[in-house]
């Protein structure tokens, strides 16, 4: 019987529900692991997973600062999508598309994934043809895009002002039925319930201090909770990529933190059932199953490592909300917060070996971290087992930048601030 | 957050652009070392605490300026312009003399 099933839910309300299993151990951490996993985020217990599961490494470590889901896996506007323009992004946020698809199966835990598609959002003729060319690259490598007219996303998009005179009249938009949301801490308690069960160690406030040094090469870390040795050791630890590699003596990365800020509305009756993009500025907005609008804009614009945002950006959020959705004018914010997002100067991420003999590093996602939680774990994973990156992300190596081989979706350059 | 603006006194952040990190070297414009201008041009300290950055006062008397904010409070120590930290002594001067004076001195 699996775990959690109708059947379980029976047996364990028979027995008033006091014998469940905790979802994962507190174990005290072993002297020595064959993998020590540095960050117990989204991606850190997604590559603890798949290094159980496909790799059968299960002499594994996840180490965490803080509790599970403390980091940017809890502070996500939970958008899972693949629309993207290049074929190695693409590939590889369709394949985690496809991950997700399976997902709630794969790890016998409900993450919601809920497909109800990604509408983004054009305002002029060449914003409409530039998302048509992205529509067919999407389609030519393995992925879905469907355009729609003005009247299309009137119905399917009934509370949106379609109307000549709004500031940034809406000429079509670009729909991603595949995409949708997901619920992100059941992200983090079903991956890191499905690793747990099959062995790895998961130790929350547990501080990374420094790394255990054998030459150049990187033979365990200590702790704040002691040393632990490891024959590798894989950093996933998103905005704090460069405190981190500094305590193995990295001082220059390609990456710059940022803070990046997001909202949720008071619950309102259903209003919107799919993720609409606002392409006249930045906004993405959809609605929790509790009725919460959840949305965001662009980032604060500025090197940032405090988890908390400034007010211009929440006055451009919210006046890009109002242009969109009128009717929202009055409903009231409930809650705003910021996360520390890792940007790299390409804006595609880094699943790489190294840089360090004994050391992997996962980092650089931008803000596009949540929906590739799975295909990050699963190829960081076979990057740690094999040595060697998988196809899928061997063009997201860190040596790109000096080969000049950069992955630019929007063509920004090396301007972190604006990817 | 507010910026002091050396011209223009403290002013709200809307009115400010990020121009990044300050503490990248760019190589001279005859090098052809690969390393020194891939470092210039990818590689950052990211450093969580002081970060010397520029901003240009876009919204306002547009100059660039240099300033030390704190990336983990995003408190601001200082502010300087950009025109070169041999600036220094001649901002301490520019502190004792008329408004008027200093625009003059720019033209």
């Known amino acids: ?419 | 957050m507010l910026i002091n603006c050396p011209y223009c006194g403290p002013r709200d952040l809307s009115e400010f652009t990020y121009r990044g990190d300050a503490n990248r070297t760019r190589p001279a414009d005859t090098s052809t070392d690969q390393a020194a201008w891939n470092a210039y041009v990818y590689e950052r300290v990211n450093t969580a605490g002081d970060h010397p950055e520029y901003w240009q006062h876009s919204g306002g008397c547009r100059s660039h300026i240099l300033v030390m904010r704190s990336t983990l409070t995003h408190e601001i120590a200082s502010v300087s312009l950009a025109r070169g930290q041999k600036k220094a002594s001649a901002r301490r001067q520019q502190k004792k003399r008329p408004a008027r004076r200093r625009q003059e001195d720019r033209t």
């Open chain 1, 1 to 419: 019987m699996a775990e959690y099933s109708a059947l379980s839910l029976l047996k364990h309300a028979w027995s008033g529900n006091r014998d469940w299993r905790p979802a994962w151990r507190k174990p005290e951490p072993k002297p020595s692991y064959d993998v020590v996993i540095v960050g117990g985020g989204g991606h850190g217990l997604a590559t603890a997973h798949y290094l159980a599961k496909e790799h059968g490494i299960t002499n594994v470590a996840v180490l965490e600062k803080g509790w599970l889901g403390s980091g940017n896996i809890g502070r996500n506007t939970t958008i899972v999508r693949s629309n993207y323009l290049l074929g190695e992004s693409i590939r590889f946020y369709d394949f985690s598309v496809k991950l997700w698809e399976d997902l709630a199966q794969d790890l016998n835990y409900n993450v919601m994934f809920s497909q109800r598609g990604v509408l983004n959002l054009a305002h002029s003729p060449g914003q409409a043809d530039d998302f048509i060319r992205r529509g067919n690259a999407m389609r030519h490598d393995g992925g879905d895009a469907v355009w729609l007219n003005r009247d299309a996303i009137a119905r399917k998009v009934p509370g949106l002002d379609l109307s000549g005179s709004a500031r940034f009249p809406v000429v079509g938009g670009l729909l991603q039925p595949r995409a949708g949301t997901a619920r992100h801490d059941a992200v983090a308690w079903g991956f890191a319930r499905a690793a747990d069960r099959r062995g790895v160690d998961i130790i929350e406030n547990c501080e990374v201090t420094g790394f255990v040094r054998d030459g150049e090469r990187i033979t365990g870390v200590t702790t704040t909770r002691g040393e632990i040795a490891a024959k590798k050791v894989a950093v996933a630890v998103a905005g704090s990529t460069g405190r981190v590699m500094k305590l193995a003596g990295i001082e220059r990365l390609p990456i710059e933190s940022h803070v990046l800020q997001a909202f949720v509305s008071e619950a309102l009756k259903p209003f919107v059932d799919t993720v609409v993009t606002f392409g006249g500025g930045h906004l993405y907005m959809s609605q929790s199953d509790k009725g919460g609008l959840v949305f965001g804009g662009n980032l604060d614009g500025y090197n940032s490592y405090a988890q908390r945002g400034n007010l211009p950006v929440v006055e451009e959020v919210m006046s890009e909300m109002v242009a969109l959705f009128p009717g929202l004018a009055r409903v009231r914010l409930l809650r705003s917060w910021g996360g520390v997002m890792d940007m790299s100067m390409d804006g595609s991420p880094i699943i790489t070996t190294g840089p360090l003999p004994g050391m992997y590093l996962n980092t650089g996602w931008c803000y596009g971290g949540f929906k590739a939680t799975p295909a990050s774990g699963w190829c960081f994973a076979w990057t740690i087992a094999k040595d060697e990156p998988h196809p899928l992300n061997a063009p997201f190596t860190l040596d790109r930048f000096q080969r000049g081989i950069l992955t630019d979706e929007k063509g920004q350059g090396a301007t972190p601030q604006l990817h």
